[in-house]
Every structure is written in C-alpha cells, then in structure tokens.
C-alpha cells in the first residue's frame, strides 16, 4: 500500500481558517458574539486576513512573551498571541503558519486584572 | 569633550542673528539633524526635530530603567521600586525577569546605534501585557493549559 501523500500546504495567499481550540472557547466566541456581532465579525475577518499583522496598531496586537509565548495545541507548540477587541476585551489566539490555522483560544469582554 | 557615544553629532552652528537674517538656512540646517544656535551671552541652543529629541529621551529613560533592572536581578532581595520603570516585571518567577533582561539588550543596543526604536517598544509592549495576564492567577493557568485535543470539525 502506498504511503499517505503528505498534506499540501495551504498557500499563503488563502485566507487563514479560524477554529475554536476548546469546547469552552467555542462557547466563549458564541457569547461574544450574541454580544457585540460587529466586532466579532470584524475580528473574525481580520483573524482571517492578517492574524499576525501588528503594523496597524501594534500596541493593541501581539504576541505573549516570556512564560506565555507558546501553547501547545494539539501536537504542536505554536506562539500564542493577544489582541485587543476594545479597551476590556481580549481575544487569544494561536497562528499554526504551517497549517493556516488560527487557534482561538480565549475570547473574553472584560478586562484581565491590571498590574500595578 | 563630553562623551558622546557614538551618537550623530552637530554639523553647523549658527550665531543668534542668523536666526532672522537666515532662518530658512537655519530651519533647514535644524531639520536634518542638530543645529547649534549661539546666542549673544554664549548660551548655545540646540535645533533639533522635536521626534529626534523624544526618541533621545525615550532611550534615555529605557536605558536607565535597563542598568536598575540589572542592578536588581543581581541584588540579593528587591522590591518593586528597584525595577524602576519595569516595576511590572516583577510578577514573573526571575528566570522570566532574566529572560526580559536578555531579549531587551538586542533592541535596546540596535536603538541606541541610531536603528529603528519599534522592535524595543515591541518588546516592552508585548511583556508588559503578558505582565498583566501573568498577575491573574486563574488566567494565568487557563493560558498555560496545553491544549490535547483541537476541535479540527468546527470552524468560526
């Protein structure tokens, strides 16, 4: 029997697919967007164009550091990033450039607690 | 002399009465760089992009706030104060705090040599929001938690 043929790389020029990593974050992304379907839809879209493009405003998307900047997700470790839905939103997210895949992990409306 | 750094210096210098007699020379002069300005009781100005100035200070105030890191990661006990304008840091494990110090030296140095300042405020931007993250406990463990089985089937 013939070896499987290895999966094609989807091409860079494709529009990325945007999947909930966990049931619970399937039923956080639901919420939010019963909550605020606008912002949701223009997240979904901007997750599905340009995941990991921060020039547009780079303090409010990037990349976690230090003891957050990766996740495995299922058998791969891929870099976890945040971005700000507004001003106490959040959304977190792991890019798989390989496959296309942006892994939502977390979508939530209000703030984490501030640091001092 | 005063030590300089290796930073871009002064090319022209003006007397107080150039600034009327030729103030398009002189506002040219000041646009491309620094521009000495001699006034009558031998005070010496300094014309300058506003942005350049800034981006001086700015560095300045990282660089400064580099050397405290430094000076508290090797101190035996250090308290929030002695991270200067990295206080935030102080919430990760020092391993983490270490790792910061390592990965701000590259861009902080590239900036200083006269190179592109957004990779530093990148990096200081991106550890200070996981700084935030980090400080609740029960996001913390939620942001850590490997996850085994990705749902492939559902797409949003």
Redesign the interface.
């Known amino acids: 029997m013939a070896p499987p043929r290895p999966k094609k790389a989807p091409a860079a020029t494709e529009p990325w697919a945007v999947k909930p990593a966990t049931a619970r974050a399937l039923k956080e992304w639901t919420e939010a967007t019963t909550a605020e379907p606008n912002l949701m839809t223009a997240e979904r879209d901007r997750l599905r164009a340009r995941p990991m493009d921060r020039s547009r405003n780079p303090r409010r998307t990037g990349p976690l550091a230090g003891p957050l900047a990766t996740r495995r997700v299922g058998t791969k470790t891929l870099p976890q990033w945040q971005h700000e839905l507004t001003a106490a939103g959040r959304i977190w997210y792991c890019p798989d450039k390989d496959e296309r895949i942006v892994w939502v992990t977390k979508v939530s409306l209000s703030h984490p607690r501030e640091t001092d | 002399m005063r030590y300089t750094g290796g930073m871009r210096q002064t090319t022209r210098t003006y007397q107080a009465t150039d600034v009327a007699r030729r103030s398009r020379e002189v506002l040219d002069s000041g646009r491309a760089g620094g521009t000495l300005i001699r006034d009558k009781d031998g005070v010496v100005l300094l014309l300058a992009p506003a942005e350049e100035v800034a981006r001086g200070e700015e560095l300045t105030e990282v660089a400064g706030d580099f050397v405290r890191l430094h000076r508290a990661l090797g101190a035996k006990s250090r308290d ?1 104060g002695a991270y200067g304008g990295f ?2 840091l102080s ?3 020092l391993e ?1 705090q270490r ?2 110090a390592e ?1 701000l030296e590259g861009p902080l140095l590239l900036a200083l040599s006269g190179g592109p300042v ?1 990779p530093l ?3 200081i ?3 200070r ?8 406990e029960a ?2 463990a ?11 089937d ?3």
Request: net charge negative; charged share 30%.
């Open positions: 929030v206080g935030w919430v990760f494990p983490d790792l910061f990965e957004e405020r990148d990096l931007s991106d550890w929001a996981t700084a935030e993250l980090w400080a609740d996001l913390r939620e942001l850590l938690e490997p996850v085994d089985e990705p749902l492939h559902v797409t949003l």
